[in-house]
């Protein structure tokens, strides 16, 4: 258990639908960032947050969005959804606001998104 | 500008050293990362090293990093089954992201 918490660990939904992917971040850590995996793209970051304020921001859709509430978790909204936005989305949290290793840039398990 | 690139497929015996390979493109790398996913799980930290570094040593991963061909490379000695998954190369550029390669799926057979 690396300490970051996704939920759901799996979601179907259909096209055109909105849904919302939670993640809590390891205790302590104040930053957390969203990935996208899928298979067209690879692995792709989309957002980052530290302590409730978006801090950089990366392929992410006009479609998608984010925030990050005062007890330091984040959802991640997904709206008008298209197949091909079917993939796993992972959060990561860290205690700064870098990849520096000493920050403990950890990865939680994932959400997998389905869209049919 | 980033890309990373990785070979897709590695297949290796039990007992024998696998070595995976990325390229990058960015100079201003400062850190470069290791990753391991296996099936239905997250990604896991391996190993990473700093770019004024040349090799790092860590039990049984060797890092080699040749920042004139943009080259770094994970050798894992006495390969086992459990070794089976994917691999990502990660670099750190700005410090916020990490931009991933393509990753390369490691098949260890007995």
């Known amino acids: 258990d690396s300490g970051v918490t996704q939920t759901p660990k799996h979601l179907i939904t259909a096209t055109g639908q909105r849904v919302t992917l939670r993640c809590s971040p390891r205790?302590?850590?104040?930053?957390v960032y969203w990935y996208q995996q899928s298979l067209d793209q690879g692995l792709q970051f989309l957002i980052q947050?530290?302590?409730?304020?978006?801090?950089a921001k990366g392929n992410i859709l006009e479609r998608f969005s984010a925030q990050q509430f005062p007890d330091l978790h984040s959802e991640l909204n997904l709206s008008s959804l298209e197949l091909g936005d079917s993939a796993l989305y992972f959060c990561?949290?860290?205690?700064?606001?870098?990849?520096?290793?000493?920050?403990?840039?950890?990865f939680g398990s994932g959400t997998r998104l389905t869209v049919v | 500008g980033e890309d990373v690139e990785q070979s897709l497929f590695l297949s290796v015996r039990e007992g024998d050293s696998s070595v995976i390979n990325c390229t990058y493109t960015?100079?201003?790398?400062?850190?470069l990362y290791w990753y391991k996913q296996e099936p239905g799980a997250g990604l896991q930290l391996l190993t990473y090293?700093?770019?004024?570094?040349d090799m790092k040593q860590d039990q049984r991963l060797t890092v080699l990093l040749n920042k004139k061909d943009k080259h770094l490379s994970l050798r894992i000695a006495d390969t086992q089954t459990g070794d089976s998954a994917i691999y990502f190369c990660?670099?750190?550029?700005?410090?916020?992201?990490?931009?991933f390669g393509t990753g390369t799926q490691l098949k260890v057979e007995l």
């Open positions: 990561a949290s860290s205690v700064g606001q870098g990849t520096d290793p000493a920050y403990g840039y950890t």
């Open positions: 205790s302590g850590d104040l930053s």
């Open positions: 947050y530290y302590n409730g304020e978006e801090r």
């Open positions: 960015d100079s201003s790398s400062t850190y």
């Open positions: 090293i700093f770019s004024n570094m």
């Open positions: 990660a670099e750190s550029i700005w410090g916020n992201k990490l931009t």
